[in-house]
């Protein structure tokens, strides 16, 4: 039992590490390439083509929407896995008291120069951060998928005063969700049972799915478009200068490279299989 504890608690590491690697890989691409200064999925209105262009418009949405769910009322807000600090500074610049927190050094870099000293930015893990405070608002935008349910949800009402909010805009499992080549997420059933054992209610619980699953449409086209001729072109030239080194290396590492092609290349990453696995919900319970 020791030692698979030890290989879990690896695994984890090394999986966290990785996303890491994803989350600032995705911040520095939709800059340089679009201008989105966000992580988060868009929020895709009626009208609104669904163009990598138009990626930047379609996240100011989402903050707007998630925005309109949070009530005024709440002035302490603790934003977990801030990012790049978008979402921060907007609550900042219509009157609320922000604290962040996210673990990565890069990320949390962005979001001082954004928002300077008008928030506080912890640099660590949630399931690490303690403190004697307490908030008005627990906030996870795209974040909760990151935590172990149980220990963020006993921090989240030790954190929370007394008819304080817990909020979650994220996606989570489907029961479907078996064979998804769109990783992330808990599983719902499993959410809603460990928050019965904690003193939060429901107070509101929107299924934005339709809204939220564009985003696949437009990363799809993008990756089949653009990365998908440049690994072509990286496999032809390496198998014509290094043949017996390509071969070899496709060998070995068979395995992960199908499992890139077939992540990334098959249109398997699609709204409609994201809408068929995953449910995206704007969340709110109340600290009783």
């Known amino acids: 039992m020791p030692f698979l504890i030890r290989s879990q608690s690896l695994r984890r590491k090394k999986r966290d ?4 690697v994803g989350l600032v890989a ?11 200064t966000d992580l988060h999925y868009g929020y895709w209105s009626d009208g609104v083509e669904h163009t990598i262009r138009n990626m930047p418009r379609a996240q100011e949405d989402y903050c707007r929407h998630l925005l309109d769910h ?18 921060a500074n907007k609550l900042v610049e219509r009157g609320h008291h922000v604290d ?16 300077g000293d008008r928030a506080r930015i912890f640099e660590c893990k949630y399931e690490d951060f303690d403190t004697t405070e307490t908030y008005d608002a627990v906030l996870f935008c795209e974040s909760f998928q990151y935590m172990d349910v149980n220990l963020a949800l006993a921090k989240v009402a ?16 489907a029961a479907l969700d078996d064979h998804s080549s769109i990783s992330g997420g808990h ?28 985003t696949f449409t437009v990363i799809g086209s993008a990756f089949n478009q653009v990365l998908l001729p440049i690994w072509q072109e990286v496999e032809g030239a ?4 290094h043949p017996w080194v390509f071969k070899c290396a496709t060998w070995f590492f068979r395995r992960k490279l199908n499992k890139v092609r077939t ?24 600290k009783r």
């Open 17 to 20: 590490a990785w996303q890491q």
């Open 26 to 36: 995705g911040f520095l691409a939709g800059r340089h390439f679009v201008g989105a």
């Open 70 to 87: 949070i009530p005024p009322g709440l002035t302490r807000i603790l934003d977990v896995g801030c990012g790049a600090g978008g979402v």
């Open 100 to 115: 962040c927190v996210s673990p990565s050094p890069f990320l949390n870099e962005q979001a001082r120069t954004l928002l």
């Open 158 to 173: 030790a954190q929370l005063r007394p008819g304080g909010q817990l909020i979650i805009c994220d996606f989570f499992r």
């Open 187 to 214: 599983r719902l059933p499993w959410f809603y049972e460990a928050l019965s054992r904690f003193p939060l209610t429901q107070i509101e619980d929107l299924d934005i799915t339709d809204r939220t699953a564009p």
């Open 238 to 241: 390496s198998q014509a200068t």
């Open 263 to 286: 992540k990334y290349f098959t249109n398997q990453r699609s709204a409609e299989n994201f809408k068929k696995y995953k449910t995206y919900r704007l969340m709110r319970f109340e």
